[in-house]
């Protein structure tokens, strides 16, 4: 599966933005779908996952309340609409997808074998 990421941009503090992961490929429906960041000098983070129907979501701590992932399986397309945002979530965002279920080590980047290529967040105090 290709992954393609966007709707990154600069933003205020407490601003919104939603970003965009469109898949081509095999069957998206059959893909767990994540969103991972890296700030700089910062290792990857998880942010937030979603099953393949998109019945299940989970998320980190620092984000619960404040982002929502969600998945449009007739338009291959995972979402991460992101509220309330902080200079602390400046990061580049990535959209990962694997086949195992979602709940298997889903922090762990290592177990996502496909990534998009990143957009950049940027929120300013």
């Known amino acids: 599966v290709q992954l393609q990421a966007s709707g990154g941009g600069l933003v205020q503090a407490g601003g919104s933005l939603r970003l965009s992961c469109a898949a081509s490929?095999?069957?998206?429906?059959?893909?767990?779908m994540a969103w991972f960041r890296q700030a700089p000098g910062k290792e990857r983070e998880f942010v937030a996952a979603?099953?393949?129907?998109?019945?299940?979501?989970y998320y980190a701590d620092s984000v619960k309340g404040r982002f929502t992932i969600s998945r449009d399986n007739a338009k291959n397309t995972v979402y991460l609409q992101m509220n309330s945002l902080k200079p602390e979530d400046t990061a580049v965002y990535y959209c990962?997808?694997?086949?195992?279920?979602?709940?298997?080590?889903?922090?762990?980047?290592?177990?996502?074998?496909?990534w998009g290529q990143g957009t950049q967040v940027t929120v300013s105090s």
């Open positions: 490929g095999r069957t998206f429906s059959s893909y767990r």
């Open positions: 979603i099953s393949w129907s998109g019945g299940s979501a």
């Open positions: 990962a997808a694997k086949t195992a279920a979602v709940e298997v080590s889903m922090r762990n980047p290592e177990r996502w074998p496909y």
